[in-house]
């Protein structure tokens, strides 16, 4: 079965595909940050609007869209509108350039699993990424509150000095690759050192990025505005920081914004030092059969636990899932599923690590204070970076 | 296999008129389904309760224009990492001394800067 597609008919069907598991990865990361936070904190967390709670997030979101949207009048109204209007259109673009996956055929047609892949890639997500300020400084500003105004103040001068870290962190990564098409980026990672030490910019030789892997992902939490680099809503000091002001569904656009960061963040955290979609091991060790012994390590806790379960209703959606994660899981015996889905597997796997790490970090860590924050960001990161670039650079030259 | 200036830009194109469509979909969506009721006290800015002093067209620290400058700064000197980086295999030593010339230049601004006290945030001695 072989359609002939235009070039511009497949571009719109990957968009939309890409945009709707995007805002589906959006509305759900949330249910699964709360659940986890919940589950750190010793609570059930959301449990009541469907089973284990997997409705709020659209009972959530009904509830935002028809609440009251209320422009105060002392704000700058047109910039008080556009900001978070700025702050979710800039997130969800910076999307369009992550590769997932190498090339594929679904139903005969030939495509790779990238909305594009520009020569410029990576400059490209820094350059809209880097605009996302723009939404928190302006929304802060037109709230004409003061809380709001030291939010966005303290937002954009933190957002400012992490960026100069994020980008020397990924400066390394340039030099062993050699390009700024993420999708060469990973195709340089491919292969093993020694038959099982995946050749990932971690690992990469002459020079491991380890130093500049730790220096991204620091910048990125800052960059984020996640804890402990939470300053800008500081709830403690400053109500809601830059949003204090804002209701309804312009309040809900600005957490739409920092969680679709979130997530170009760690896809490209992916990307650019674990390989992309690469296995962590040769073929030869078995390991296109992951995914099966997850869904059936998944399968089998479910139903383990489902025995166990307090409700009758828990214990049915319990038993549901594990045969669905067994179904899912017996679907990687088929070759054509496998060569599919595994690479989409291994990036999902991934990403879905450090998406954890962020929740995992909000469990654990207090927040810096200001000195603290801008301190290190200037004073430690910076020339660690730095000299990350250098040595990496230097490296490269004598055995590169 | 690199494709030409608009397939490979046309996505983009594509990406940012789904972003804006969803954004601006959803405030208009939101504007028209809620209900607004206003009062006096609904209007005015959010500070705790208190009766708001003044409003937030003050001054603020000097220490946020200085770090946006120094940012500026900084960042061109990133921004002209990232050409040197791509091609720097083919440059090899010479581009590493040349950069760490230019380096030199770019980190004794930094410590002049550093030294001058304006990264401390907090008064110094406690």
């Known amino acids: 079965m072989t359609f002939a597609l235009s070039f511009y008919t497949l571009a719109v069907v990957k ?155 990924v400066v390394g990564v340039l030099l062993l690759s050699g390009s700024l098409s993420l999708r060469r980026i990973v195709d340089s990672q491919a292969g093993y050192y020694f038959g099982f030490l995946p050749r990932w910019n971690v690992f990469h030789g002459p020079l491991p990025q380890l130093v500049g892997f730790l220096v991204y992902l620091t910048a990125a939490f800052a960059e984020t505005n996640r804890v402990p680099f939470d300053l800008p809503e500081a709830e403690t000091e400053l109500v809601a920081g830059f949003h204090t002001e804002y209701s309804s569904m312009k309040f809900a656009l600005f957490f739409m914004a920092e969680y679709a960061n979130m997530i170009t963040v760690a896809c490209l955290a992916t990307v650019l030092f674990f390989g992309g979609w690469h296995a962590p091991l040769p073929e030869s060790w078995g390991i296109q059969y992951a995914p099966l012994v997850v869904g059936a390590l998944v399968a089998g806790l479910l139903l383990y636990h ?65 000195d603290q924050l801008m301190g290190f960001g200037w004073k430690v990161l910076f020339p660690v970076g730095v000299a990350n670039v250098l040595v990496t650079a230097l490296m490269v030259a004598l055995f590169g | 296999m690199s494709p030409s200036y608009p397939e490979a830009y046309f996505p983009i194109l594509l990406q940012v008129g789904l972003a804006v469509l969803v954004a601006g979909g959803v405030l208009v969506t939101s504007h028209l389904l809620g209900r607004r009721v206003r009062n006096k006290t609904k209007d005015s800015p959010y500070e705790c309760g208190i009766t708001p002093v003044g409003d937030a067209r003050g001054r603020f620290s000097v220490k946020f224009y200085l770090v946006a400058v120094l940012f500026i700064l900084f960042d061109v000197e990133v921004v002209f990492l990232f050409p040197w980086a791509v091609v720097f295999r083919e440059l090899g030593l010479f581009g590493f001394f040349s950069m760490l010339l230019y380096m030199a230049l770019i980190l004794a601004g930094f410590f002049f800067v550093w030294k001058k006290g304006v990264l401390d945030w907090a008064k110094r001695g406690r």
């Open chain 1, 306 to 370: 489902s025995q166990g379960a307090f409700a009758g209703k828990q214990r049915r959606s319990m038993q549901v899932f594990g045969v669905v994660a067994a179904l899912i899981g017996a679907a990687f015996l088929l070759q054509p599923v496998r060569v599919l889905f595994s690479p989409l597997f291994w990036f999902a796997a991934k990403s879905g690590f450090f998406l954890f790490l962020y929740i995992w970090v909000r469990g654990t860590l207090p927040r810096f204070r200001y």
């Open chain 1, 15 to 169: 968009a939309l595909v890409l945009l709707g598991i995007l805002l589906i990865t959006l509305v759900y990361i949330q249910w699964v940050e709360r659940k986890l936070i919940a589950h750190i904190q010793g609570r059930w967390g959301p449990n009541r609007v469907g089973p284990h709670g997997l409705l709020q997030p659209i009972a959530d979101s009904l509830k935002l869209l028809t609440k009251e949207d209320l422009t105060p009048p002392h704000v700058h109204k047109l910039i008080f509108v556009m900001a978070p209007f700025l702050a979710v259109s800039l997130a969800l673009i910076s999307i369009a350039v992550i590769p997932f996956g190498g090339e594929v055929e679904v139903f005969g047609v030939r495509t790779t699993l990238q909305l594009t892949d520009l020569n410029i890639g990576l400059l490209f997500i820094f350059a809209v990424t880097s605009l996302g300020v723009y939404g928190i400084a302006l929304g802060g500003w037109a709230s004409n509150n003061k809380y709001s105004l030291f939010g966005a103040l303290r937002s954009s001068a933190q957002m400012l000095s992490y960026e100069l870290s994020l980008s020397l962190g």
